[in-house]
Structures are given as structure tokens and as C-alpha cells.
């Protein structure tokens, strides 16, 4: 999540120095990162949702162990003469 | 052993033959111990001896609802099961053992223990009983 926050901080300073520049470019350079900023702001609501169903799962992130099943013989079961 | 590993205690063997306890409408809990118990002789019972004590412990450990017992005539065998146990931000402690007990009947006898290796670390701590059931009479 800190990643994905440090890109989008620097992709919206990227688009703020090329909205103010006189670059003959700059319309295509400012779509593009206009198209990662949206890129980045799904993948942030994603991480978002998966923390948010973390938190409602709570045992989904904690210790799990699994335990075996017994059992308990008892000879004969079908004829009488086990 | 190995982590997982269960122990039938033949007084449980002993209490079925005996009708002394309902696998239905009996109450069973799970205790945890950092003590393991090594026989499945005789007739323990629940104690709060070694029985552990951190954080969001309660003495006597977690009722263990939804008890169902089934027959299965395709595979020849009768099936006692029960609800996983859990325990909330279970805080840490080392344990060896968790131990299943009828904590309706007055004796509340120990039926069934299992050999534990991982201890809580304060996240919750679940323990899942397998997918065949706690126990099975074949």
C-alpha cells in the first residue's frame, strides 16, 4: 500500500510540472500518466477491500491447526463372527 | 506425535458403553495446556492444572457447539462431530496440548486430547477439526 501511494504521489507531481510546461508533448505525456493514475487508483481500492475483508476474517490471518480425526474400532460390523 | 495427532481416551470408549454421555445434548469444551498428558489410561478429567493463562483466556477453555452425530451405512461407521475452536488475539503462550471434555456431566472426563507443537503469539488461534470429524466408530 506505501508503494502504491508513493507511485501515485509521484505520478500526480509528474502531471502537475507537465500541465504547467510548454512542451509540444506534453498532451500525450499527460494522458499517459493520466491512464496510470486510474491504473493505481484501482489496484489502492483493491488492496482497500482485501485488508477490509482481512479484518472482517479474522482467522483467515491467524493460526490455523489442523486437528487429525480419531477413531474407534469395533470389529464385526457386518457379520457376527468378527 | 506429530502436531494434530489425537489420543482417544478409552474411558470415552468406556462412558459410551456405560450411556453416561450424550454426544448430542452434552455441553464439550476445549481446554489448552502447556502440559501434556501421555496416557490414555485411567479417567482425567478437566483441571486447571498447567491449563494456560493469557490474554483472552477464559479457565475452562471455549464451548465447542453444533455437536451432530451420523451413521453412514456406506462406509459402515457412526460420526461424532463439532464446531472448530477459536479463540480471539489468543495472547502468547507455548502449548502442548488441547483436551475435549464433557463439561455436562459432573466429572467432566476428558475424551479425547491432541498433540499441539505452535503456540498463540496474541492473533487468533483456531483449531479445525478434520474433515472426517472429531471422531468416527467404524
Known amino acids: ?82 | 506425535m506429530a502436531e494434530g495427532d489425537i489420543t482417544i481416551l478409552n474411558n470415552l470408549k468406556r462412558q459410551l458403553l456405560l450411556k453416561t454421555i450424550d454426544f448430542v445434548n452434552d455441553v464439550f469444551k476445549m481446554a489448552l495446556y502447556d502440559f501434556a498428558l501421555t496416557s490414555p489410561d485411567g479417567a482425567p478429567v478437566y483441571t486447571t492444572i498447567s491449563e494456560i493463562d493469557p490474554t483472552n483466556y477464559v479457565p475452562g477453555g471455549v464451548v465447542l457447539a453444533g455437536n451432530a452425530v451420523t451413521q453412514d451405512d456406506v462406509n459402515d461407521l457412526a460420526k461424532f462431530d463439532l464446531n472448530d475452536a477459536n479463540w480471539n488475539s489468543l495472547g502468547a503462550h507455548p502449548i502442548l496440548q488441547a483436551r475435549m471434555y464433557d463439561s455436562t456431566t459432573a466429572s467432566k472426563w476428558v475424551l479425547a486430547y491432541w498433540e499441539i507443537l505452535t503456540g498463540s503469539l496474541g492473533s487468533n488461534y483456531k483449531l479445525r477439526f478434520g474433515a472426517a470429524g472429531v471422531f468416527l466408530i467404524m
Open chain 1, 1 to 82: 500500500m506505501r508503494n502504491l501511494e508513493a507511485r501515485r504521489r509521484m505520478i500526480v507531481a509528474s502531471l502537475e510540472l507537465l500541465r504547467n510546461s510548454d512542451d509540444p508533448l506534453r498532451e500525450d505525456a499527460i494522458a499517459h500518466y493520466e491512464s496510470q493514475l486510474k491504473e493505481i487508483d484501482i489496484e489502492i481500492r483493491q488492496e482497500n477491500s482485501d485488508l477490509a475483508e482481512r479484518i472482517e476474517k479474522p482467522f483467515e490471518s491467524g493460526i490455523v491447526i489442523n486437528l487429525k480425526t480419531g477413531y474407534i474400532n469395533i470389529s464385526g460390523r457386518k457379520a457376527n463372527n468378527g
